[in-house]
């Protein structure tokens, strides 16, 4: 049987997958599982490796590989499991080498230390299967320190793709026909500070859309909207094809709790980066992540954060309940009970679909640009939103429709 990639966790994992899979296939890798994990919490964690135990029970004859950031972090709790064959770190699973040696003829743990890593190369892929954006890596590691964090230690240091080879791999791609890229990273903002000049994001957002004019949608994944430059909010007000969409890493809405979690931006900072924008981009839409229940968070600490959803006009919230990872400073602060946070969790997500519902309302009527998707009947707005289509349309099209109703999860084109 052919190899097969099952990814968890970021875009970001799904463009290494990408690479990854085509590595394999050209050292014609067969009957072998590669598990591409993600470290972000203990439950991203377990259910990798409910996962792995599945999938050795469908497929006992295949040898199952496991890489990425749990794989680098926690590697002695996928070797320990008799289901694994080999656990790659990540400084290696993007070499083509890698994969070229059969697994069980070197040591089950391939790990190196990532602190020494000074360099991120471009691993160029033509295409990716089963989506109709595409996404490409401008950065990976982390400087930073926050005290949640276990992903410094998966990833390493911060290192960019330089503006040359992001610029010719984006062509490349709009070449094969996708219509939409979006760039991908650990720590987006922090693009170039390890660079000559340390140029800064915003330049090269406006380089790829001046030098690649052909492609329709530019789209940017998450962000630390602290490090955002003046030339990312000038794109974001003329550059029509920038698409009117931010993530935001925000974490928490209480000036103690960010403190506390070692985040450098103040409540005040969120909300004025939102409203700036908006003045800049009245359409734009604005997605969160949010930890609840972290150490030390008092009921008022987390109404605060309910509120700061509302204050910065956020329209998707993505959640998750604290999760201690071991060797990161939360792990050892006074916990809040695990209950106190899944059920925080609850209604923080609650909150969400009270926004989310709230803007779909908003959006009757209006006309929007909705990239299709492979079943072509679906796909997702400028904003992107879901939206269901009224008819079949050509998948990777861009179709222009009106807004005529909602349902639970998603738009609905007349």
């Known amino acids: 049987m052919p190899v097969e990639v099952v990814t968890f966790g970021c875009r970001l994992n799904i463009t290494e ?27 991203a ?4 490796r ?24 926690e590697s002695e709790t996928f070797a320990s499991m008799p289901e694994v ?12 080498a890698t994969w070229t040696v059969p697994f069980g003829s070197l040591e089950k743990v391939q790990i190196d230390d990532l602190d020494s890593i000074r360099e991120t190369a471009l691993h160029l892929v033509d295409g990716f299967e089963g989506h109709t954006r595409a996404f490409v890596q401008i950065q990976n590691g982390c400087d930073h320190s926050c005290t949640f964090c276990i992903i410094p230690f998966g990833r390493g240091p911060s290192r960019s793709v330089g503006a040359g080879e992001v610029i010719s791999q984006i062509r490349a791609l709009t070449e094969r026909g996708y219509r939409e890229v979006v760039l991908t990273g650990v720590d987006l903002t922090s693009w170039g500070g ?11 957002v406006r380089q790829i859309l001046k030098h690649v004019p052909e492609l329709p949608r530019l789209r940017i994944s998450s962000i630390d909207s602290i490090e955002v430059d003046d030339d990312f909010m000038r794109a974001l007000a003329e550059e029509e094809r920038l698409m009117p969409h931010l993530h935001l890493s925000l974490q928490a809405g209480d000036d103690l709790i960010l403190k506390r979690m070692k985040r450098r931006h103040m409540t005040r900072d969120a909300i004025r980066f939102t409203e700036e924008a908006r003045r800049l981009r009245p359409d734009i839409v604005f ?4 930890i609840a229940g972290f150490p030390t968070e008092t009921e008022t600490h987390f109404a605060n954060t309910m509120q700061h959803a509302e204050d910065c006009g956020l329209t998707f919230l993505h959640v998750f309940p ?11 602060m006074p916990q809040v ?12 997500r609650a909150k969400g679909d009270e926004l989310l519902h709230r803007h779909f309302q908003s959006e009757i009527g209006k006309s929007r640009r909705v990239l299709v998707e492979q079943s072509g009947v679906e796909g997702r707005s400028e904003h992107f939103m879901p939206v269901k289509l009224a008819k079949t349309f050509a998948r990777g099209a861009i179709a222009e429709v009106r807004i005529a109703s909602h349902d639970e999860r998603g738009l609905l084109a007349a």
Do not use: Y
């Not at 997605?287 to 949010?290: E, L, N, T, V, Y």
């Not at 604290?322 to 050892?332: C, D, K, L, M, Q």
């Open 50 to 73: 409910q996962q792995i135990r599945r999938m050795k029970r469908e497929r006992p004859e295949a040898k199952i590989v496991v890489t990425g950031c749990a794989a680098q972090t």
């Open 337 to 348: 009970s695990r209950a106190i946070a899944k059920e925080r969790a609850g209604r923080l």
């Open 45 to 48: 964690v377990r259910q990798a």
């Open 322 to 332: 604290f999760s201690p990872r071991n060797g990161t400073p939360a792990a050892r």
């Open 287 to 290: 997605g969160a992540d949010f």
């Open 194 to 204: 390890d660079l000559p000049g340390t140029p800064k994001l915003g330049s090269l």
């Open 85 to 96: 064959a080999a656990v790659v770190g990540n400084a290696r699973k993007l070499d083509a």
């Open 17 to 43: 997958s990408e690479t990854i899979r085509r590595h394999a296939e050209a050292a014609r890798l067969t009957n072998t599982i590669i598990v591409n994990s993600c470290a972000v919490t203990a439950e």
